[in-house]
């Protein structure tokens, strides 16, 4: 339900009920639940036009995991939230987001993707949609802001520390499609070394990327809070292209307890002039006595070693899957590992030590249709001395997953497909998605046909794919079938549904069986082969001339005729034409399945039929025929033999 008071009414109504009656326990704990010192440790906006002036304002956030509200609390064992949860944004200025139309929204739920007990912080993705009612501010951005308070109580002395925050983001629809996308707001570490006899800086990258092409914006220092003590002595810059130094003057002095911590407000603008900040907090901390390495990433099965210098591409429906490692200069020590930015669909093994001394985990993501876009990836190693390295961040563009399509002039419209013969027709399907796995399904086949997938990767000539194969063989009584058969293509989603939804593509072709042709699938005789076609071995010797001997075999592979192709006569009926030739209704239709057989049927003198003429049982049957077939017409036509097709040699 979303509230309909701020801070200043419960002041009034607490200020009221005190002087009337002192609080009860319960109704004091309810108060401090939205006051109980700043939990925001920092935040990133970006946005994506959706349709028409409707946008998604996407916010990147990170708060003090124990902060004591029940909108806070979660499945941990401790009550508070962790990986998976869904909390509600509260405090003692309620979190808002001001569209800059007099509009906002207070009621923001954050999915936690990231969790740290021991670093009490916690990250989370929030997402938001809102329509304008024009695609500018009468020539101007828009200017979204998100707002509230309050900023942790660890900031440098009392200057920032329980202070409101506010971030901005520029929307001018007429501009930009969408707003950089910059990187995850983390916890960094810096440690200082006690008494070090010369200057010193540490460096670590905070880029931005436009959402999609993951080129990088430019970015630019804003603010860095106000600052004193050790934290004011540091001189911090910010490149364009994101990388931040925290330079460290010579001999500089440093308690022996070093806790101090300062915000940075950093601002991204696109080409197009689309700007959107980020906020994040910097640690200042005395060196330990054992400082990490800064760690590597390696991909399973991969030659490719991260970090990279520009985004790796993947799709829906993929797996990632990497290790990361990281050494300590004190063999004893145990090390784990931080990864903010992770996406919620993901999975880290354990830390455990390998045969080299390292430490590694194992970390799997299943890329979602949620993470369409720049997601960026961090990894910060903690030692259990207190030591914590810098971070190291990953940049991938999650794109749309492209439909697999045919590829036409190898995906043919119509086929024949022979009698007999093991026929395997071939469809190729090219998808950029080198990943991605099909499935295929027939629709409209004949009964015994089927089909298989296999998958294409690079080295294909048409790249990455998927080649079909339609398998049939049509009996001997299969003689002019003909069938529209459609072939469809999935996309195999995996863990993640497809970018929309079951992406499929759909190719049709004509399958047509040859009349009066058939196959011979291993040695054989005439005799069989007659005899499978409902003839006998004197007509096939008679229909294939090439045989030179009946009783030859007739080796494997051979293509033989069965009968004889010819224009059935304008006019006459199945029942006239085959008792012409001395068949049997039954064997006339075996011979010719694309021909209707009901008794009102006649021909039209276009069609061509597949025959095996029978004289004697032909002279049977015109004796028995009541009005013989002499004294109609198409019979006549007949005796011309000028529209008789023998067989094609």
Known sequence: MKPEYSYSHWVLLVLGLWCALAPSPARAQEIRV???????????????????????????????????????????????????????LNGRQWPSVQW?????DNYIKVRVQAHSVQGNWLHGRSVLRHTFATPNNAGQAWVVKFTGCCRLASLNKDLTADAPWELKSSVDLLQSEASPVPGIPLDVYVPIKPSAQQSYAVSF????????????????????????????????????????????????PVPDVLQDSLYVLIRATSASGSFCDMDL????????????????LQPQGSAAVYPSATAINVWPGNVVQFTVRATDAEASHLLGFDLPGLPSDSSVSSPRRDGNGNWVADVQWNVCTADIGPVQVCSIVRDNAGGVSLPQCMMWLVLESPAPAFVPSMSPNS???????????????????????????????????RAEIRHLDANHAIGCGAEVSVLYRPSYTSGGEQNRVCITVKEICGACNCANGDTSVQHCFDASV?????????????????????????????????????????????LL????????????????????????????????????????FRFTGEELVCVVPDSCQAKLQRAKASSGYRDQEWFKQVQTDRNVITNNN
């Open 100 to 104: 800059g139309d007099g509009q906002q």
């Open 561 to 600: 005729h069965t009968g004889r192709l010819v224009y059935a006569p304008k006019g006459s009926t199945v029942q006239e034409l085959s008792g012409h030739y001395g068949m049997s209704t039954t064997h006339f239709a075996n011979l010719n399945r694309d021909i209707a057989t009901q008794a009102s």
């Open 205 to 252: 990258s905070l880029p931005a990327v436009e959402r999609a092409t993951a080129a990088p914006s430019t970015m630019s220092l804003l603010s860095l809070g106000q600052r004193t003590g050790v934290a004011g002595q540091l001189n911090i810059t910010l490149q364009s292209n994101g990388l931040l130094s925290v330079s460290v003057p010579a001999a500089l």
């Open 415 to 449: 086929t024949a497909l022979y009698m007999n013969k093991d026929n395997r027709v071939k469809f190729i399907i090219r998808d950029a998605n080198c990943q991605s796995q099909h499935t295929v399904e027939l629709q409209g086949q004949p009964e015994g046909m």
């Open 34 to 88: 939205q006051d109980n010192g700043g939990h925001y440790r920092g935040a990133s906006l970006s946005w994506q036009r959706l349709q028409g002036n409707e946008i998604e304002l996407v916010i990147l956030s990170s708060w003090r995991r124990n902060f004591t509200s029940s909108y806070f609390s979660g499945k941990g064992s401790d009550g508070f939230a962790v990986k998976g949860d869904e909390i509600v």
């Open 281 to 296: 907090q910097i640690n200042i901390i005395r060196e330990a006595v054992s400082a990490t390495v800064p760690m590597a």
């Open 514 to 558: 040859p009349k009066c042709m058939s196959y011979v699938r291993q040695d054989t005789t005439l005799g069989r082969v007659g005899t499978a076609v409902g003839t006998d071995w004197l007509r096939m010797w008679e229909f294939n001339p090439s045989v030179l001997h009946p009783d030859h075999l007739v080796p494997h592979d051979t």
